[in-house]
């Protein structure tokens, strides 16, 4: 049983590429979610998805957009990567539709550097 | 708006001291509260949480914490530290009376252990 499992582990980009960050959970969550995790920030919820074929922005979702593929897989793209998007990036999910009190399991982050 | 504020971004102890970390949170309502630990270069993994039922709560590795309502606090606390308790934990909470799916992460205490 691996959890929740995201690729790739680290990145480091060029102003203005794209990329797209996945990851993938196996235990029949309904709801997945993205952070980003700077220093002194703890961490910010970018976008979220409380079931399959259902997105919704979060704290700080300018610069990205998300796909939630299926049940198991929910991606995180950034269209043109910047700077302040140095960051690393956490992916989890939960078995709740939306209550927000069960626990969510993390991913083991993708540490992304854009230059 | 719901908030959480952890006091102190850095915790240093002796091995068998107690550990003590505080936080507090700003809620109109109940909220469910969370407790996670990061260790370096991990995912965040939970340590224990409130939904309302016994206000002392016991976790895993003989953390627990106690919410207390009247000081709007959930404090973590362990007895005698071990140095595998070097981390970093983050207070949560979620605000469940507007059905949001969104925890809202405190900055973090860096826990340090000492020989």
């Known amino acids: 049983n691996a959890g929740v499992t995201q690729t790739p582990k680290f990145q480091v980009l060029k102003t203005g590429q794209s990329m797209t960050l996945q990851c993938a959970q196996d235990?029949?969550?309904?709801?997945m979610y993205w952070y980003r995790q700077d220093p002194g920030m703890g961490l910010r919820l970018i976008y979220y998805s409380a079931s399959e074929g259902t997105t919704d922005k979060g704290e700080v979702p300018n610069g990205y957009n998300v796909s939630r593929l299926n049940k198991r897989e929910f991606s995180l793209r950034l269209e043109s990567a910047a700077p302040s998007q140095t960051s690393v990036y956490f992916c989890?999910?939960?078995?709740?539709?939306?209550?927000?009190?069960?626990?969510?399991?993390f991913g083991p982050g993708t540490r992304l550097t854009v230059l | 708006a719901q908030s959480v504020t952890q006091l102190d971004s850095h915790v240093s102890v002796s091995e068998g001291t107690p550990v003590l970390l505080r936080c507090n949170y700003s809620?109109?309502?109940?909220?469910?509260l969370f407790w996670y630990v990061q260790h370096p270069n991990k995912g965040l993994q939970l340590l224990l949480k409130?939904?309302?039922?016994?206000?002392l709560v016991k976790g895993i590795n003989g953390f627990e914490a106690e919410f207390k309502k009247s000081e709007t606090s959930f404090h973590l606390t362990k007895p005698s530290a071990h140095m595998s308790d070097a981390a970093e934990y983050f207070c949560v909470v979620s605000p469940v009376e507007d059905s949001s799916y969104k925890l809202i992460f405190g900055s973090g205490t860096r826990l340090l252990v000492r020989p």
């Open positions: 809620s109109s309502y109940s909220p469910s």
């Open positions: 989890a999910s939960s078995a709740d539709r939306g209550r927000g009190t069960d626990t969510q399991y």
């Open positions: 409130y939904t309302s039922a016994a206000t």
């Open positions: 235990m029949n969550h309904n709801s």
